[in-house]
């Protein structure tokens, strides 16, 4: 089995929670689209998690594969007419092969080299978004392209669009779920554990990180197509480094080595962010100062709390 | 094709060049010495701007010169202190995360403290204007920026090369484990090397005030350009540092003047092709962060 029952059961009840969040959302005060948000956060996250928590390596990059989609996915469908059923899948092959190129390029870096070497690709394409004006509307941002039906399914309504991406948020943990369970997942925290002697071992390291990095990408890449979809709006911010930055700030207060840390860092994310800004503008300082305490006292995250004798 | 043009865009090149390499001088040696790359550099050349601001408006420009990257030194040394020295000997990820956490928070409180609006910022009297440089008219501001930082590398050339406290810096580069085992306090040597790092930082913010105006975002401009410096220069290395920055300065001026679309690009191009044909960065040491 790629899942055991253990993870069937979680899975199970996570994905019934979403479930009926459409109906308790707006009696909390909130609104559906911010269980939409959490679901897209969560996929970006999880996805990105891949590679940080599961192989051990940081990028400060993947919002360029993030906007990227994004754009590609709101281009698709205002100049050439593509159905999302198609514009969805282009734009996250599209992710997918920037991802392959550039890793190919730097995976061989390693650690804070590593890290600033995503950042500045990822700035590359920042710019490309924000200068392009005639392709991509510049500062001003993408609009004038809105999501309509997918396969005959109308998704236009709010409702309708939080479970359309719940269909993806559920592959999503799915597929982590068995990735990480399978002997390729395995021997990306074998990496993580140790380089030198997963080399000893045999294995082709580089290759794995390259693989590792790519696939991350592709699901930042579909989050970020889900996220132009949620707003009808693409902007250049979406590419930027702080967003790469609120990936990681996700998994690591959710908890990197936990499954689920990375969405319940999404959760706590948005849910902050939403809060603390119907109070003050500067929600980033609160948020900010949050993540500082959980990387000098809470390494492990939230879910990592409730970890005992599991000492790395 | 005027000769004045080109030359002008050649200065301009040079002196944003030589804030990046102030920038990456103070990155640099913070990040060859303790390992952390310090992502709150460019918030912190943004207080350095701010700083000045304010000082200016009671005491004048000269005072805010030199009073404001001595504050700003001293809020690293302080944050050094506090927060980063718990993460030394830890996954190099954790300082880096660390200084983002930092960096996040700090623009907003330069957000709170002084707006979210630009602020206008002027030179003092006698550099504003132009001087005839008999084959242009150049900015007289920029021109002395130019000059300041010249002697600015020197003094840290002389500084890292023929002083005993620098030479303990340039060894902390090297292995800063085994300057402490030779007795150095190195407590002591972290906490000034980040304070000369962030000192730098804060300079580079009240040059480029007069130039660029005051934003809260103005760090971002900067930061990017001053990684894409190390990478190109190699990390730990003076000279690095240098070339790469001036390198950069000029080949985004040029850019700017004769192909505008890809100016901001063109530092990212340039970044890659190094990487392609020298992945350890012009002047880098084999092994160091490799």
């Known amino acids: 089995m790629i899942w055991s029952k253990k993870d069937i059961l979680w899975i199970g009840a996570v994905a019934a929670l979403f479930a009926v969040l459409p109906l308790l959302l707006p009696k909390i005060g909130s609104s559906i689209p911010v269980g939409t948000e959490i679901m897209i956060w969560g996929i970006f996250a999880m996805g990105f998690n891949i590679l940080l928590g599961g192989t051990g390596i940081l990028s400060f990059g993947h919002a360029a594969f993030f906007g990227l989609a994004g754009y590609a996915t709101g281009l698709l469908i205002l100049k050439d007419r593509l159905p999302l059923v198609l514009a969805i899948p282009v734009a996250v092959l599209g992710a997918f092969l920037a991802a392959a190129l550039i890793g190919a390029l730097i995976i061989r870096k390693r650690g804070i080299y590593f890290a600033m070497l995503t950042i500045a690709f990822g700035q590359m394409f920042y710019f490309i978004a924000s200068q392009w004006n005639s392709l991509t509307g510049g500062l001003d941002g993408l609009t004038g392209f809105k999501r309509t039906v997918f396969l005959g399914f109308d998704i236009k309504p709010e409702v309708n669009f939080f479970y359309f991406v719940f269909g993806f948020f559920l592959l999503t943990l799915l597929f982590v779920r068995a990735l990480m369970n399978s002997s390729i997942g395995k021997t990306l925290v074998a990496i993580r554990e140790n380089v030198h002697r997963a080399e000893f071992l045999g294995i082709d390291v580089k290759k794995y990180q390259h693989f590792a990095f790519v696939v991350s990408a592709t699901f930042s890449g579909l989050a970020g197509a889900l996220y132009a979809l949620l707003l009808n709006f693409a902007f250049p911010e979406l590419l930027h480094w702080k967003t790469s930055g609120d990936a990681v700030l996700m998994s690591v207060i959710g908890g990197m080595r936990a499954f689920f840390g990375p969405l319940v860092g999404a959760g706590i994310f948005v849910f902050l962010r939403d809060i603390i800004s119907t109070y003050t503008a500067h929600w980033a300082l609160p948020l900010g100062a949050i993540f500082v305490v959980f990387v000098l006292f809470f390494q492990k995250g939230i879910l990592g709390i409730f970890e005992r004798g599991n000492g790395e | ?290």
Request: glycine residues 14%; aromatic residues 12%.
């Open chain 2, 1 to 290: 094709m005027e000769l004045s043009l080109l030359l002008s865009q050649l200065f301009n090149g040079i002196a944003t060049g030589m804030l990046y390499v102030l920038m990456a001088m103070g990155l640099t040696i913070i990040m060859g010495t303790m390992g952390v790359v310090n992502f709150s550099h460019g918030v912190l050349f943004t207080f350095g701007a701010y700083f000045a601001f304010t000082i200016a408006a009671k005491a004048g420009f000269w005072a805010a010169l030199v009073a404001a990257p001595f504050v700003v030194g001293l809020i690293g040394m302080v944050l050094e202190r506090g927060l980063v020295s718990r993460v030394y000997g830890k996954d190099p990820l954790y300082g880096l995360l660390l200084t983002f956490g930092l960096a996040m928070a700090l623009e907003e409180v330069i957000r709170i403290g002084w707006g979210t609006t630009g602020l206008p910022f002027s030179p003092p009297d006698f550099l504003s204007g132009f001087i005839d440089l008999k084959i242009m008219f150049y900015p007289a501001f920029r021109l002395a920026v130019l000059g300041f930082i010249l002697l600015l590398i020197a003094a840290l050339w002389f500084f890292l090369e023929r002083t005993t406290t620098g030479k303990i810096v340039r060894a902390g580069i090297q292995d800063s484990v085994m300057v402490g085992i030779l007795g150095v306090n190195t407590k002591a040597l972290f906490t000034g090397v980040f304070g000369l790092g962030t000192f730098l930082a804060g300079l580079a913010g009240v040059l480029s005030a007069p130039m660029s105006g005051i934003m809260p975002t103005m760090g971002d401009n900067v930061i990017m350009p001053s990684f894409i410096v190390i990478i190109l220069g190699g990390i730990g290395s003076f000279w690095g540092s240098v070339t790469g920055g001036l390198m950069l300065g000029i080949i985004v001026s040029l850019c700017i003047q004769f192909v505008p679309a890809v100016a901001e690009l063109s530092m990212y191009l340039v970044m890659a092709l190094v990487l392609l044909v020298r992945p350890r960065g012009l002047f880098g040491e084999e092994g160091l962060f490799e």
